[in-house]
């Protein structure tokens, strides 16, 4: 059946309406033929074969219809999946603006801080001086590791 | 008659065709997400002051605060595209 998907609608369509109506044909050529002719020997061939020609006719009517609905339903996805798309990429610009931003604001005020210990923080660097198990904790904390005593 | 009931008996018997796949790209994270996170500073213990002291803590609250913009921008990013996709599934 993978064959369909490379033909055209119409074209499959057409192909679906031949076979039903050429098969109706025949059998209405065979009714015809058997009314004027009485003694009509092709006559049970004639319309078992044509016949057979309507359900093979219906059997790719179905396979025809199956295919429309599922070409539709390709159409639909497609479409929500290009929208989908489309969002995602709204989506990625906004919050690649919102990291920007907030990042700004965070260094700005990590600037603001410096700021602040350059100015008040400084006057104690010799009165106040660090214990080096102070440093020891906040490295191991840093880095998360176990303090070395 | 013999023909209407064939035709009728016939339509059970319509083919099915075979369904056509529509593969959907995984989508994108902005590129900002997929920088890591930098390693804590640490404190030189021989040169230490009350000022460097500060400012590397300081250093290092800020590099938490823009980690976690990151990660805030992933669960965003997640729970966007969570909602986008079960758009597409209705």
Redesign the interface.
Same mark, same amino acid.
């Given at each position: 059946?993978?064959i369909?998907?490379l033909l055209p609608d119409n074209f499959l369509y057409n192909v679906v309406l031949t076979i039903i109506f050429g098969g109706v044909f025949l059998?209405i050529v065979s009714l015809v033929l058997n009314l004027l002719l009485k003694v009509y020997p092709y006559k049970n061939a004639l319309r078992t074969s044509s016949?057979l020609i309507?359900?093979i006719g219906?059997?790719?009517?179905?396979?025809y219809?199956?295919?429309m609905i599922?070409?539709e339903r390709?159409k639909e996805?497609?479409a &929500?999946?290009a929208i989908?798309?489309e &969002?995602?990429a709204k989506?990625?610009?906004q919050?690649?603006v &919102?990291?920007?931003k907030?990042?700004k604001t965070?260094?700005e005020?990590?600037q603001n801080?410096?700021r602040y210990?350059?100015r008040e923080?400084?006057k104690?660097?010799?009165t106040?001086?660090?214990p080096?198990p102070?440093? &020891?904790a906040?490295?191991a904390a840093?880095?998360n590791s176990i303090v070395k005593e | 008659m013999n023909l209407l009931k064939i035709l009728i008996l016939s339509s059970l018997i319509t083919s099915c065709a075979t369904t056509v796949p529509v593969t959907a790209k995984f989508p994108d994270a902005p590129k900002i997400l997929f920088e890591t996170c930098p390693q804590l500073k640490t404190i030189d213990t021989e040169t230490t002051t009350m000022s460097i002291l500060t400012k590397t803590v300081r250093d290092n609250y800020s590099t938490y605060y823009e980690c976690s913009v990151k990660m805030d921008g992933w669960i965003e990013w997640y729970q966007v595209h969570k909602k986008i996709f079960e758009e597409i599934s209705k």
């Open positions: 059946m993978w369909l998907h059998y016949v309507i359900l219906i059997y790719f009517y179905g396979g219809s199956t295919e599922w070409r390709v996805v497609e &929500k999946l989908a798309e &969002k995602s989506v990625n610009t919050i690649q &919102k990291i920007v907030q990042t965070i260094r005020r990590g801080v410096t210990i350059d923080v400084t104690y660097d010799n106040c001086p660090i080096a102070v440093v &020891k906040h490295n840093a880095t | -």
